[in-house]
């Protein structure tokens, strides 16, 4: 059984930075793809990062040049570096594992970015 818990959420200003960070343990493969993916109220949860085990990366459009998705393969960690944070980033973040045919869900954290 794979569990994934999330921190670093919180409320933060428009124009700031935040830091998500994602601890999987459990019985993981050595070739996994792990992110993040986000939901804001009212509409369908999407993709913001991925990032493969060997450093290969896909940003969604709306955060390129903004956040910077980052692994620790030893330690089975992913972080999303979130910079120049703006209103429409407010969503609940959710840490995502796929291996094989199987996708994991932390359990999510609140980002709220609001002056």
């Known amino acids: 059984q794979v569990q994934l818990v999330e921190s670093g959420g919180g409320l933060v200003q428009p124009g700031g930075s935040l830091r998500l960070s994602c601890a999987a343990s459990?019985?993981?493969?050595?070739?996994?793809?792990m992110g993040w993916y986000r939901q804001a109220p009212g509409k369908e949860r999407e993709l913001v990062a991925v990032?493969?085990?060997?450093?290969?990366?896909n940003y969604a459009d709306s955060v390129k040049g903004r956040f910077a998705i980052s692994r620790d393969n030893a330690q089975n960690t992913v972080s999303l570096q979130m910079n120049s944070l703006k209103p429409e980033d407010t969503a609940i973040y959710y840490c995502?594992?796929?291996?094989?045919?199987?996708?994991?869900w932390g359990k999510g954290t609140l980002v709220t970015v609001s002056s």
């Open positions: 459990g019985s993981i493969s050595s070739f996994n793809v």
């Open positions: 990032i493969t085990t060997f450093g290969h990366t």
């Open positions: 995502n594992l796929k291996v094989v045919s199987m996708d994991y």
